[in-house]
């Protein structure tokens, strides 16, 4: 079904029901940007539909809804600990189409990725509705449509805002009651072209990439910032931390903080030996995982194409281009043989 309601409306509708559902979205925070006057964009709760950010990419992804960069597991006193409750209501999370199929992509880390799923993860998976934003035209950076993550089929609405009115579509029988207005006759945009292509081997021999020549660029040009993984809409990672009070070293809290591959000590293990040390086999652990190993395990390929790794490096290292060099690679050594 398809409507077409006015801002103001939109407004009042989302206001009516915030007492059952979080409406979060992508929001410009002035002056909180790379630089002291610039503004980033990402996730927060939203009253209005014109506090939403719908002509550029976020900085930050829809993943922090569900993953949160700091989440207390449970806190504990002598014998006793206690798992922190959260906000009961459902989340209304607007996305565009990379970011969905970016969450699915985290789905089979949590949810499919051995016997029981990751209760932390689930509680707050279950609980979020999807709104489809689309894309009038591809961003900078952008290769969604290499990946194929360009469209998605997985919403419950789809929103589009013209001249002062919101088209809705709704797929979720839960809004039809909700959600009511004109019939209206419309499409969610999707791109179909992006300005950055990648194309990946049809077969590789990982243990040829892993020695190839082209990481060794990375050795110097990588600063081991960690800022691609944080931006990225598929990295899962986490390490965990236990902050224990002063007054008490019984009594404390257990806390998973998000971890990024790309920094120093990520793959160190019990007896100081580091098997990635330099920051070209981050680069390339990284990329393959991206562009090979994940798809190998779970069918499709981890990245979605987004390109926000590439928008935050501030040494404009491309992981386009550093999966475009793997083919090539590939490529020499297949006309070699």
Wanted: net charge neutral.
């Amino acid at each position: 079904m398809k409507i077409k309601i006015t801002t103001q409306e939109f407004d009042n509708i989302i206001n009516s029901i915030k007492d059952k559902y979080k409406v979060i979205a992508p929001v410009s925070i002035p002056y909180a940007g790379q630089y002291s006057d610039t503004d980033v964009i990402r996730y927060e709760e939203v009253k209005s539909i014109n506090e939403i950010e719908f002509k550029r990419k976020s900085h930050f992804t829809a993943k922090e809804v569900v993953m949160p960069v700091t989440e207390t597991l449970f806190y504990y006193t002598e014998g006793e600990y206690k798992i922190p409750t959260i906000d009961e209501r459902k989340m209304l999370v607007f996305m565009r189409s990379c970011d969905v199929n970016g969450l699915h992509r985290i789905d089979n880390v949590y949810l499919k990725n051995g016997k029981e799923p990751d209760y932390y993860y689930k509680r707050l998976r279950d609980k979020v509705k999807i709104v489809l934003i689309g894309c009038e035209q591809s961003f900078r950076n952008c290769f969604c449509v290499s990946f194929g993550t360009n469209t998605t089929e997985d919403y419950s609405l789809g929103v589009k805002v013209n001249k002062g009115d919101v088209y809705i579509e709704i797929k979720d029988d839960e809004f039809k009651d909700i959600f009511v207005g004109e019939k209206a006759d419309f499409n969610i945009d999707f791109v179909t072209s992006n300005d950055v292509k990648v194309t990946l081997p049809e077969k590789l021999n990982p243990l040829e990439v892993a020695e190839a020549e082209l990481w060794r660029e990375y050795d110097y040009r990588c600063i081991a910032c960690g800022r691609c993984n944080l931006s990225c809409p598929t990295c899962s990672c986490y390490t965990m931390q236990d902050i224990v009070s002063r007054e008490n070293p019984r009594c404390g809290e257990r806390r998973r903080v998000g971890a990024s591959c790309q920094i120093p000590g990520f793959s160190l293990m019990a007896g100081g030996h580091d098997v990635r040390v330099r920051n070209g086999d981050r680069m390339r652990y990284r990329t393959m995982h991206k562009m090979y190993d994940y798809g190998e395990r779970f069918g499709p390929q981890m990245c979605i194409g987004c390109g926000r790794c590439d928008d935050v490096c501030p040494q404009y290292i491309s992981i386009s281009t550093a999966m475009n060099k793997v083919t090539q690679f590939v490529k020499s050594k297949q006309r070699e043989e």
